[in-house]
C-alpha cells in the first residue's frame, strides 16, 4: 500500500488517482479510526497483567510442589496450602515482591527484546530465593530451608519453560500473521534507508510497511504531498532515519505531529554505546543521556551476590585440589605457598592479590632486568613466554590458569568479581593514559572478556578495548557466558603463558 510512494519524486495532487478508500481517509484525528493507539495501549497492558499472572503462578506452583507435595507424599496437592500456614504465607509473598522487583529491574515487563531474554528472569527468580535465606536461618525450621531451595529450584524449571513457550508463540504468531507486527513508515536518504531496512527487519518486531526517499524530493512541499495520501490508520509509527537531510525540518514536525501516529528519530550513523540510554531535553534542545556508572545499583546488587554464591560454590568444591596444590609448590622451590601483590582496584584503590607463587622469590627484582623483552604490544601490559623466573610447577599453573584460584577469596572479600577487567599492579597503571582509567570504575575480576578473547595473546589496546566493551554491555547472562568460556579455554591452554 506504501510502497507506490518510495520512488517517485513527486506527487500529483490528481484525486483520481487516489480515490482508493485505502488511500483517502478522514484526516481528522477524533475520528474513530484513530482509537486504535488506545486499543494498542490497552492491548500491551493486557500483556503485562498476563505475564504478572503467569509468572505468580509459575512461583505459586513452585511452592505447591515444594511445600505442600513434599510433606503429604502421595496424597493430592492441597491447593490452599498458603492459607493454612501463615508464616509459609508471609514467606512467599516476601519472594514474590523481589521476584516482581527483580523482573522489573531487568524490563522483563516492558517492550523490546529484554523482555524476551531468558537468562534475566532465571537470575531474578535464583537470586529472589537466595535473598530471604537469612529470614529463613532466623525465624523458620532448618527443614524450611531444604524446601525453599527446592521451590526455587522448580520455579526456575517453570519460568524458563514459560518463557520460552511464550517467546516460541509470539515469534510463530509475528512471522505467520504480519498484522501483529508493527506496521511502520520509514523516512530518509537511500544509504540510511538501506541500513535501517536490515536493522529493524531483524528484531522481528516490525513491518515496514513503505518507505520515503527524502532524496527523491527537492522541495519540502513535496514530501508534504506525499504524506498527505498515505493511510496513518494502517500504520503503528514512523521512523525518520535522516533527520539533518530533511528540508524544512519545523513543517516536518508540525506535520508529523498531526497525524496521529507516534514517529521518532532514528539515527542510525550515529555510534553509541550499547547501553540503556534516555532522551532528555535541555532548553528545548534533545539529547541522549547515558547512566553515569556502569554496573551500579541493582546490578551491583545483583552482581555480588552471585558472586558470592559461586565462589562459596567453588571453594566448598575445590578445597582438596587447592591444599594440594599447595604442597606441590612447597615441594618445588622454596618460598611463601601464596603470592601476594598490590593490585590496582576499584575507583583506584590499592589491595593484595591473592595468587599461588608461578615464580622464583626474587621475581619482581628480575623483571626490570627483562623489561626490553617485553612481548605485550603498547608497553603497559607486562608478559614474556618462556620468562625465566617460573617455576617448574608454576608453569603448569599457569597454562591452566590454577595459580589464579586462591583469587576467589579476594572475590569474598569484596575486593574482586568473578568476572570484570583484570586488576592490573601499580607498575601497570602508573603508564595509564587518561582514556584507560574507565576500567578502574568496577570491580576488578579473575577472568574476563580478554581472557577468553584471546589471553595473553592480545596487545595492550586490544585488552582496553575487551574491557570497555565488557562494562558498556554487561549483564548477569554475559557474566555466566564469559565464565563458561573461561573453563574452555582453560582446558585448551591457548594463549597462556
Known amino acids: 500500500m506504501l510502497d507506490k510512494f518510495s520512488s517517485t519524486p513527486d506527487y500529483a495532487i ?35 497483567v498476563i505475564l504478572f499472572v503467569l509468572d505468580t503462578l509459575a512461583l505459586y506452583l513452585g511452592w505447591l510442589v515444594a511445600f505442600d507435595h513434599l510433606n503429604h507424599r502421595g496424597q493430592h496437592l492441597n491447593l ?29 515487563y516492558r517492550k523490546g527484546n529484554k523482555s524476551r531474554n531468558l537468562s534475566n528472569p532465571i537470575i531474578a527468580v535464583f537470586l529472589a530465593h537466595i535473598a530471604v535465606i537469612p529470614m529463613v536461618l532466623r525465624f523458620y525450621e532448618p527443614s524450611v530451608l531444604y524446601q525453599l531451595l527446592m521451590a526455587g529450584i522448580i520455579t526456575l524449571s517453570l519460568v524458563t519453560v514459560q518463557r520460552l513457550t511464550l517467546n516460541w508463540t509470539w515469534s510463530y ?92 528519530i532514528l539515527p542510525i550513523n550515529i555510534k553509541l554505546p550499547a547501553r540503556q540510554a534516555e532522551i532528555a531535553t535541555i532548553i528545548g534542545v534533545p539529547t541522549i543521556r547515558f547512566a553515569q556508572s556502569a554496573i551500579v545499583g541493582i546490578d551491583f546488587f545483583s552482581k555480588r551476590v552471585f558472586d558470592i554464591l559461586v565462589s562459596s560454590l567453588l571453594l566448598a568444591i575445590i578445597g582438596l585440589p587447592l591444599l594440594v596444590i599447595a604442597l606441590l609448590i612447597k615441594l618445588d622451590s622454596p618460598g611463601a605457598i601464596l603470592y601476594r601483590q598490590t593490585r590496582v582496584g576499584l575507583k583506584g584503590n590499592h589491595f593484595k592479590i591473592c595468587k599461588f607463587r608461578t615464580m622464583v622469590e626474587n621475581a619482581s627484582e628480575l623483571q626490570q632486568k627483562l623489561e626490553a623483552q617485553n612481548e605485550i604490544q603498547g608497553g603497559i601490559l607486562f608478559k614474556i613466554k618462556d ?71 592480545t596487545g595492550s589496546d586490544g585488552v582496553f578495548d575487551l574491557d570497555f566493551e565488557y562494562i558498556e554491555n554487561w549483564s548477569l547472562g554475559l557474566d555466566f557466558k564469559i565464565l563458561l568460556q573461561t573453563v574452555q579455554v582453560v582446558f585448551q591452554a591457548k594463549g597462556a603463558y
Not at 210 to 230: M, N, P, T, V, Y
Not at 443 to 450: C, Q
Open 14 to 48: 490528481n484525486k483520481k488517482d487516489y480515490l482508493d478508500d485505502q488511500i483517502i481517509e478522514n484526516r481528522d484525528l477524533r475520528s474513530p479510526g484513530y482509537l486504535k493507539l488506545a486499543e494498542k495501549e490497552i492491548s500491551y497492558r493486557l500483556k503485562i
Open 80 to 108: 490452599y496450602f498458603l492459607q493454612q500456614d501463615p508464616a509459609i504465607l508471609s514467606l512467599f509473598l516476601t519472594v514474590l515482591g523481589f521476584v516482581i522487583f527483580l523482573f522489573s529491574a531487568y524490563d522483563l
Open 173 to 264: 504468531v509475528r512471522q505467520k500473521y504480519y498484522p501483529l507486527k508493527q506496521r511502520i513508515l520509514l523516512i530518509g536518504n537511500p544509504e540510511e534507508l538501506k541500513s535501517s531496512k536490515t536493522l529493524l527487519e531483524s528484531s522481528e518486531v516490525y513491518l515496514i510497511a513503505g518507505q520515503l526517499d527524502l532524496s527523491k524530493f527537492h522541495h519540502d512541499e513535496a514530501l508534504h504531498h506525499a504524506l498527505d495520501k498515505i493511510n496513518y490508520k494502517e500504520l503503528d509509527e514512523v521512523f525518520i532515519c535522516s533527520w539533518e537531510a530533511v528540508k524544512g525540518a519545523a513543517s516536518l514536525y508540525w506535520k508529523l505531529r498531526t497525524i496521529g501516529v507516534n514517529w521518532r
Open 387 to 457: 620468562d625465566p623466573r617460573i617455576t617448574r610447577i608454576g608453569k603448569y599453573l599457569r597454562r591452566y590458569s590454577l595459580d589464579e584460584l586462591p583469587q576467589l577469596f579476594n572475590v569474598l572479600r569484596g575486593e574482586m568479581s568473578l568476572v570484570g577487567p583484570r586488576p592490573l599492579p601499580v607498575r601497570d597503571v602508573a603508564k595509564f593514559s587518561q582514556d584507560h582509567f574507565f576500567r578502574q570504575e568496577v570491580l576488578p575480576g579473575i577472568t574476563g572478556l580478554w581472557q577468553v578473547s584471546g589471553r595473553s595473546d
